[in-house]
């Protein structure tokens, strides 16, 4: 830039003298003024001051700065395994498979979320009984299987529950064959399969949502997340879905949401 800024006269800030582009400067852009007309540039300065210090100790510059930068860029945030999580009812207290099956059923409007294995990739919670049993990896009492937790986030753009929302039957009056009820993004249209593993029914996306493991304690009857299925793809955001926030932890409670409908399907 040799010393000038880019915008020259036409600078907002400028108030005609030949100097003020020397003191103002747009947010980010550091000056400072030495003696006569010569600029000084902080960083080439604070580098030199770096390579002296290096030379004393008896280091490279590059080994300086290397080790000066790993303190710089924070480290990646994540953990190293999918945790064994137990789901908290909205209440506070443990849910149950008896809980689930008295309380939500395929007909139940609202939104349940809880967040998995991150603090910011939230999963609906949802009973598919009695429309729905043997569901793949769904988990409830002899053959019913109806209960099942899929990524809240949509594959497409990644717009979040309540945008992306589960739609009970007769929500709409659009049908896939038989199934009427499924997850739909009001953001672009994207619907998904709840009782095939949150496959693609619409686009634009092209990815299913990532599904979580459920698994019953077979004496309480306590649900816990303990994975993600084989076949699930990253969250959408997540290069891993292990990675990009710190873990929930040992629990994990359920949120109330309110669904945002919009019965608009691609053609």
Not at 122 to 140: C, D, S
Request: net charge negative.
């Amino acid at each position: 830039m040799n010393g000038r800024l880019p915008c020259g006269t036409s600078c907002p800030w400028r108030g005609g003298s030949p100097f003020d582009d020397r003191f103002a400067a747009p947010v980010g852009y550091v000056r400072r003024i030495a003696r006569g007309d010569d600029d000084v540039d902080e960083t080439k300065r604070n580098l030199l001051k770096l390579a002296a210090v290096a030379g004393v100790l008896g280091i490279g510059v590059g080994g300086a700065v290397g080790g000066a930068l790993q303190f710089v860029q924070p480290p990646a945030i994540g953990i190293g395994s999918y945790p064994r999580t137990q789901l908290m009812d909205v209440d506070g207290t443990p849910l149950t498979v008896a809980k689930v099956q008295a309380e939500y059923d395929v007909n139940t409007v609202d939104l349940y979320v809880f967040n998995y294995p991150l603090q910011n990739e939230p999963n609906f919670l949802l009973n598919l009984y009695p429309n729905a049993t043997n569901v793949p990896y769904g988990i409830g009492p002899g053959s019913s299987k109806s209960i099942v937790a899929y990524s809240a986030i949509c594959q497409h753009l990644g717009c979040p529950a309540p945008a992306l929302s589960y739609y009970p039957p007769g929500t709409c009056p659009k049908a896939f064959g038989s199934l009427s009820f499924y997850i739909h993004c009001s953001c672009h249209g994207s619907t998904y399969d709840v009782t095939n593993g949150a496959a693609n029914l619409t686009g634009p996306s092209v990815l299913p949502l990532p599904q979580v493991v459920l698994e019953a304690d077979p004496g309480t009857g306590e649900i816990y997340a303990h994975g993600m299925t084989p076949s699930s793809p990253p969250v959408n955001g997540h290069l891993d879905t292990l990675e990009g926030d710190y873990g929930v932890g040992s629990s994990s409670q359920l949120v109330k949401e309110s669904p945002v409908i919009l019965c608009s399907f691609p053609t």
